[in-house]
Nanobody, 125 residues
Framework: QVQLVESGGGLVQAGGSLRLSCVVS????????MGWFRQAPGKEREFVAA????????YYADSVKGRFTISRDNAKNTVYLQMNSLKPEDTAIYYC??????????????????WGQGTQVTVSS
């Protein structure tokens, strides 16, 4: 079992930036593709971004492409989400997730089986 702990959420004005971090423990970090998902009030959880175990492959939701960047530091067992040009519609609880993989690829969203507790991001207009 892998444990995930997010941090870095907060309140920011529209146009501002935040960087989320997720520290992973319990298993070999390099065996996991990592992802960020979010859930706004009254809405279903949605995919934001994902990264393969080496970091060579990334994938983004259209709504954040060009504004958000996912990255990882395998030496620190940490995945990051740099969020720039934030909009009020980015307000949500952001969750870090892990998917066990056997290759350097971004898996299907349903393969993300381990989740953190979430961190709140609020963007004011």
């Amino acid at each position: 079992q892998v444990q995930l702990v997010e941090s870095g959420g907060g309140l920011v004005q529209a146009g501002g930036s935040l960087r989320l971090s997720c520290v992973v423990s319990g298993r070999t970090f390099r065996n996991y593709a990592m992802g960020w998902f979010r859930q706004a009030p009254g809405k279903e959880r949605e995919f934001v971004a994902a990264i393969s175990w080496s970091g060579a492959n990334t994938y983004y939701a259209d709504s954040v492409k060009g504004r958000f960047t996912i990255s990882r530091d395998n030496a620190k067992n940490t995945v990051y989400l740099q969020m720039n040009s934030l909009k009020p519609e980015d307000t949500a609880i952001y969750y870090c997730a892990a998917a066990s993989v056997f290759g350097d690829y971004v898996p299907q969203f349903t393969d993300f089986a381990s989740w953190g507790q979430g961190t709140q991001v609020t963007v004011s207009s």
